[in-house]
């Protein structure tokens, strides 16, 4: 199902207990930012901190990001930045695939609404439930991937470049090329 307003999706997703992550969630982490942005960053799920605080990217890997947005001179408000799933995986592991599965019309809902010319790939999970199992992080960040009409970007996620202090050239590298 497409949801075609913003109210639609907020409330189907906090009425969701479509897997069992919706068992234990303090809050619907669905998405924030500019709805009309050019560029929108897609993550793999909620945290502890974006549990409780019901927005994603407000924990440590958040404020990573927000440093190097920051450094971009990029304002976190003029992007939308949303997640994979909407709940949080416990012990923040990986979504699995049924969790995907269950959650994934509520973020292309969020991208046909947004209607953003550039998508930032967050990590392997984002990277394989948007453009496919095929794709590996590795291989593929920091490559321009045209689909459908729009332009991907995959690079780590944040929480990787904590650690694994290295991959933080290869990300900025990726980040700037937003700007491009």
């Not at 949801?3 to 907020?10: I, M």
């Not at 189907?12 to 960053?41: P, Q």
């Not at 920051?70 to 049924?98: F, H, M, Q, S």
Request: with cysteine; aromatic share 6%.
């Amino acid at each position: 199902m497409t949801y075609k307003t913003w109210e639609e999706l907020e409330q189907a997703c906090s009425d969701c207990t479509k897997c069992k992550l919706s068992e234990h969630r303090r809050n619907v982490v669905i998405g924030v930012g500019n709805r009309n942005a050019n560029v929108m960053f897609i993550g793999e799920g909620p945290g502890a901190d974006e549990d409780i605080q019901g927005e994603p990217f407000v924990g440590r890997a958040g404020k990573l990001m927000d440093m190097a947005l920051n450094g971009l001179g990029i304002k976190r408000e003029e992007l939308y930045i949303a997640n994979i799933v909407k709940c949080r995986p416990p012990g923040n592991r990986n979504p699995e695939p049924d969790e995907v599965s269950s959650c994934i019309e509520y973020l292309k809902s969020q991208i046909e609404l947004v209607d953003p010319k550039i998508i930032v790939l967050l990590g392997s999970v984002a990277l394989k439930a948007i453009l496919g199992q095929e794709y590996g992080i590795t291989a593929s960040r920091g490559k321009w991937i045209e689909k459908d009409g729009r332009m991907y970007i995959p690079t780590f996620h944040p929480a990787a470049l904590l650690r694994d202090e290295d991959k933080k050239i290869d990300f900025w590298s990726d980040m700037k090329s937003i700007q491009s």
